[in-house]
């Protein structure tokens, strides 16, 4: 090999999924974590829902759902199927570029134990935060993102006992939340911090010992886009991103880009063996994700935070970084092997945008949480809201496919 083969090999820009957080701290450290494109899972843990254990309580299925699974619990297997939202384990996501975890966790009265849940229970919740700090160890320049959005059925003493667990767990990793949502990546890697931590204001019952979890109320906005069929999903997902500059540009933002599904597709899926129709959360998602990566490869309004159903779907990480490359401060410094410096797109352009989509008539449902009480919570100071970022142009991304196995750059799902 000559020394001009070894110049040329070394200067091409090849890394892992596992890595993409460490390698753009690199090039541009000054980037705000809610200016980046963050890859998500909706419903993280529902790789290892059981059948066996009934339903979690509180559920909000409709009761005559909730009384055939109790009745009879071979059709607990069709629950299974449509609560199961991801394919691969924590773990697996993570090393895959996943980096926004949506959790739920239910105390089981049988055992007194948490496990994590969606509709029925998973594993325990110790197991998986163990996967989560594995992950932080081996990789100390990732950042990734706990949404806690439920503690079902526990009282304060279980919610305080089980915040103190995860706090034991991961220790100094856990951001404190005076650091606010004007954070930088480059902040975060300095100071070895790896874990924001998102709580319901109300299931902090000991708020003033500790600063190490986020209130979800002032520091994030997840927009649901609640539809079964894909054209509004995409227009809700056009006005989503109107939202997120328009109201939210302040706080980080969530994306839900996945279909929910209705009774009539469920019922579909249960009488028709059509291999065109969806029989789980995972076929959804399958019909659906593949979709959705093209329309943000191709979209100049550009997501904070986009959350899907099974990543094993489609080969996200080629988007991601594509469009990581396209904001203002990443441009041109850290393109990928074979990729073009694309072109930025003018403020005329971006307003223009912004009218076109402006009328877009979909109703976006937000999350809704109790308001905080005076003095319950640090006060985050409220910036003015700075300049619009502008955005470069998006380079051409690859045909969307699923893909079997885990690879280098552009960061695939494990089969």
Known sequence: MTKGTRRAKKSRTAFSADTWMGHLGKYAPDVRLRDLVIPGTHDSDTYTLRADWGMVPNHPLPEWLMRVFEYFPWTRKYAVDWGKAQRL???QQLEAGV???DLRFALRAEDHGVYTCHGLYGQPAVNLFLEIRTFLNQHPREVVFLDIQELNNMQDADKKQFLETLQTLFGDKMAPVLLGTEVTLGKMQQKGFQLITFLN???IPFRVQSNRFWPRNNTLASLWINTPKLDELKEGLKKAALEHQQKYSEEFFVMQAMRTPDTSMVV???TDPDDDV????ADLAKFTNPAVMSWFGGHELIPNI????DCSAVDFMSVVMGLNHGISGIRGKCLPVN??????VSGQKSADIHRKLG???LKIVRNKHPALTAGSDPVIAKKAAPEPMLVAGIPDVPPLRPVPSFGRYPGRCPG
């Open 99 to 101: 980096r926004y975890l």
């Open 339 to 344: 990729q073009t410096q694309p072109a930025p």
């Open 306 to 309: 986009f959350i899907m159903d």
């Open 201 to 203: 204001n109300q299931d």
């Open 268 to 270: 579909e899926g249960l």
């Open 278 to 281: 969806p029989h789980s959360l």
């Open 89 to 91: 384990s924590v773990l």
């Open 359 to 361: 009328s877009c008539p």
